[in-house]
């Protein structure tokens, strides 16, 4: 993708020769390009862990729902870009690639543990009900901001819309607040900067968008059922990491 370019070597192929292609080798960082994608396109991204298990994924995609997020984290999807994704997005993805590979280094050998989860739901009928268009814009924005501080009206000018017609509409198609599903995305970010054990629980906070340590701490433990501190003690799958050469599908 020229989007990398210059800041790794790349290879790019189709979806079709990504399983059957003569790729052995090692490879560092694999880019699934998606503008909408569908049950087989997303079967192949748990088919490429077991074949390439220590290499991250990214996705790119313009569909950006509360689904497609968490299936993407829980099967640990490094990275999710909202398209139309900017050169800066690019490299300050690239630069958690590599921050990354340097503390997988220093970093014992951790338990497998099986961690793909169910095809998102709104993937498996073609009928269902899309989400609106205004609120794709939402999805968005949360993915592009939310290390920082978000108000709702913010999202809900963004979106056209008047504050209470937002929360209303929010809640209808994610069945949660707009404050909820942040700190739920918020969350799932978190667990994956945990595995890096370089970064103290305090900077994982700073870097999903909570100021306040503690309270950080209660809300990952009402929503994981443990403290940041033992979630990162707990046995986990393999890192998905290497050093700097990707591939596209």
Not at 7 to 27: H, P, Y
């Amino acid at each position: 993708m020229t989007a990398f370019a210059g800041l790794c070597d790349v290879r790019a192929i189709d979806s079709t020769g990504l399983l059957t292609e003569d790729l052995e080798g090692v490879w560092d960082l694999i880019c699934f390009n998606f503008d909408f994608p569908e049950m087989s396109d997303l079967r192949l991204i748990p088919e490429t862990k077991k074949r390439w298990p220590s290499a991250p994924i990214v996705m790119i995609t313009m569909q950006n729902s509360a689904e497609l997020a968490l299936w993407a984290l829980r099967s640990r999807v490094f990275d999710l870009l909202v398209k139309p994704v900017t050169r800066e997005e690019i490299e300050r993805c690239m630069r958690r690639v590599q921050e990354a590979l340097q503390a997988r280094r220093s970093q014992k050998e951790r338990i497998p543990q099986a961690s793909i989860g169910l095809l998102p739901a709104e993937l498996r009928y073609r009928r269902q009900q899309p989400v609106p268009a205004r609120l794709q814009l939402a999805l968005a924005h949360i993915a592009k901001n939310y290390p920082q501080h978000i108000p709702e009206s913010e999202v809900a000018l963004a979106c056209a819309m008047s504050p209470s017609r937002f929360c209303r509409e929010f809640r209808t198609a994610f069945g949660a607040t707009f404050l909820e599903y942040l700190a739920n995305y918020r969350i799932e970010k978190a667990k994956q900067l945990l595995a890096n054990l370089t970064m103290s629980v305090t900077d994982v906070a700073a870097a999903v968008g909570f100021t306040d340590p503690s309270y950080f701490t209660r809300v990952f433990r009402k929503q994981e059922g443990l403290s940041p501190s033992e979630y990162r003690s707990a046995p986990v799958a393999d890192d998905p990491l290497g050093d700097a050469k990707a591939y596209s599908a």
